[in-house]
């Protein structure tokens, strides 16, 4: 058995292809004596806040849990393993709890007091996953995950209540983002497009993140030409085609501002909406003569987006 | 799962370890990594924990 002594969020570990077991794989291998397998128990440990295994140190971000994991990879001769899988699946959930010993380790070397500590596969953890991100109404969200996680060579598609689509293959994920007026048109009837706009920039920051978390890397794509009613074959494909180049900014109209030499004033004008904070940002450029040189809007994709739009304006002004 | 040289093979599993939400709630970070000997203390206690889990589990099957 080979485990390290860290604890790491679900979404550190339930990542696509499961890079952790081939981690954990590779440094069991290097542990071995020439000589061939000998069954050992193999902990990995540091003496500084350093792991020393960059590709399995935990990020121990604030406010990581309610559960954390330590994982742990059981090696042995194919025969016992295939077994002690079987064992696996039809134990551990039921009748896994750790014992008093293992308790006291954690309470003792870590400082914890935790609620409850059991031993489950892989498989009990993606159903407990599966089970916090519907209770969360998040289970649109499990979907993308489930798929990126079982079936990677799938191409798969996904259309949440506010309008968000999604499409995902293995650990790529693609989506459209509108801007506000591209939003409205395509809701034409809404009495209120704010506060609609506003729930979907909701549902777009916190899929993005959540998929992110779980080491999806997330391609913001041009919501024009729509994506709308493709299925996952074609919109994929035309999905990848527009994805945007910056994906931490959406530009209206889409390219840098040029003929700035004569600007006068600049400024910048933040739209936030109360649960969001900023959604968008208007930078309007005017000659001395109140010439307009430029006016478009700006929609940070990521957090680092706002400070992205900020510098770039603020330089302009300063120079 | 991958085999390490010829009969070899591999199959993972997770200890999870449940906090109180209020500490989650209240921003806490999780603590560093064990000490290498803490390490192999924790991992030892896993290894005895899931020997007793699968000896109950045969001799209920027995």
């Known amino acids: 058995m080979i485990m390290p002594g860290a604890l790491y969020d679900l979404t550190e570990l339930l990542q696509p292809g499961l890079p952790f077991i081939e981690t954990l794989l590779e440094l069991y291998r290097g542990s071995l004596p020439q000589t061939g397998f000998v069954p050992q128990i193999v902990a990995i440990g540091s003496e500084t806040e350093q792991f020393p295994v960059q590709a399995l140190a935990p990020l121990r971000r604030p406010g990581s849990g309610p559960l954390l994991a330590i994982p742990l990879l059981f090696v042995g001769q194919a025969s016992a393993i295939d077994k002690l899988q079987e064992q696996l699946e039809s134990v551990l959930l039921e009748k896994g709890q750790a014992q008093l010993e293992t308790e006291n380790c954690l309470r003792q070397d870590w400082g914890l007091q935790p609620v409850n500590l059991s031993y489950v596969t892989v498989n009990d953890l993606c159903a407990l996953l599966k089970i916090q991100l519907e209770n969360a109404e998040l289970g649109k969200l499990w979907q993308l995950l489930e798929s990126a996680l079982y079936r990677p060579n799938e191409r798969t598609r996904v259309e949440l209540d506010t309008g968000n689509i999604f499409f995902l293959e293995g650990n790529q994920a693609y989506s459209p983002y509108y801007t506000f007026d591209e939003w409205q048109a395509l809701h034409p009837n809404l009495s209120d497009p704010t506060a609609g706009y506003s729930e979907w920039t909701k549902q777009q920051r916190t899929y993005f993140a959540g998929l992110g978390a779980h080491g999806i890397e997330v391609h913001p794509v041009a919501g024009t030409p729509s994506l709308a009613g493709l299925c996952e074959n074609k919109g994929l494909d035309k999905a990848k085609r527009q994805a945007l180049s910056n994906p931490g900014l959406l530009r209206e109209p889409d390219h840098d501002p040029d003929n700035l030499e004569d600007a006068s004033i600049i400024l910048l004008t933040e739209h936030a909406l109360n649960e969001l904070g900023p959604v968008a940002y208007t930078a309007l450029v005017q000659a001395a003569d109140g010439t307009v040189l430029h006016l478009g809007n700006e929609y940070p994709l990521q957090p680092s987006g706002i400070a992205m739009i900020r510098d770039y304006w603020g330089a302009k002004r300063s120079a | ?62």
Do not use: C, F, Y
Not at chain 2, 24 to 40: D, F, I, Q, T, Y
């Open chain 2, 1 to 62: 799962m991958d085999s390490l040289q010829p009969n070899l093979s591999a199959t993972p599993a997770v200890l999870t370890v449940e906090l109180d939400m209020r500490a989650v709630a209240a921003g806490a970070r999780p603590p560093a990594p064990l000490s290498p000997n803490k390490a192999e203390k924790m991992a030892h206690a896993i290894a005895a924990d899931l020997e007793k889990s699968w000896a109950r589990n045969s001799a209920n099957t027995a």
